[in-house]
């Protein structure tokens, strides 16, 4: 099968381009390597997103997902590893060839490591880089949330929330919007500044964080020190017709779900523009 459009990332950009196109009535199939959804799964409390009134991003996900099923939008779990042009456009994943005239690529970040002693031993066992594969393996406990941006102070609210004993560190001063230090101070989340994490280990008692200045005796480290784009191999030129990009991938700093949505929308009608042309000058012939 030669599908119209094939995505791959299944968030907000992706999913909201799925919707669209099935919409138009073309076909069109989405490809995820994890869960629907991104970073949105991650998000305490969604408050710039107009018509929800402060959900939490799995809420949201919730949502977009009845959506998909609703315009019977397919969606394949499967890792791409390389997209190719030849008459068609051929996406592999690990397991299959899928083929489309139109490629959208909305495959977002991923998690900068910390890059000390310990943490890729310790990696989706005791360290993790997304909170929702951290709340698949706990449900209570003490966790280091290391980073202070946005993201950090969220993950630590929203550990908070739910629970957990959250404490945060930060390698410089906290670089969130001051809304969540607020919230931070307000419900008791211990923030340490300019201290550095060095080494993870198991110790007897516990997981132990040797940092700079002091050691914390944690239940797991959940880290949020960044993140960098994530793409599959592209075997031609990136600004080729029929290959478009969209959310978090394109707009690498921005990483905001009303923007990657409107972005997956705008990508959707751009190939619906293109596939229109293409049909009408073949009937023409």
Known sequence: MIYDSIIVGAGPAGMSAGV?????????????????GGLLRNANCVENYLGFHSPCGAEMVMEFQKQLEDFSVPLV??????????RTFS????????FART?????????DLLEVSGEKKLAGKKVFYELADLLKNFN?????????GDVGFDYALNLSGRGFRSILITRGEGAALPVLK???????????????????GLGEKGLLVDCTQRQFKVDAVLVAVGRHVQMP?????????GLYFAGDVKHFAIRQSQIAAGEGLMAAMQIIHQLSNANRSRNRK
């Open 20 to 36: 669209q196109l099935s919409r138009a009535g073309l076909k069109v199939l989405l490809i995820e390597k994890n869960e629907a």
């Open 140 to 148: 209570k406990g003490k966790i280091l949330v290391v980073g202070g």
């Open 77 to 86: 779990r499967g890792e791409v590893l390389e997209i190719q042009k030849g």
């Open 233 to 241: 191999k592209i075997g031609m030129q990136k600004r080729i017709k």
């Open 182 to 200: 607020s919230r931070a101070g307000k419900s008791g989340i211990p923030v340490y500044e300019n201290v550095c994490v060095k080494k993870i």
């Open 103 to 111: 490629v959208l690529l909305a495959t977002g970040t991923e998690a």
């Open 91 to 98: 996406v592999r994943t690990k397991k299959k060839n899928y």
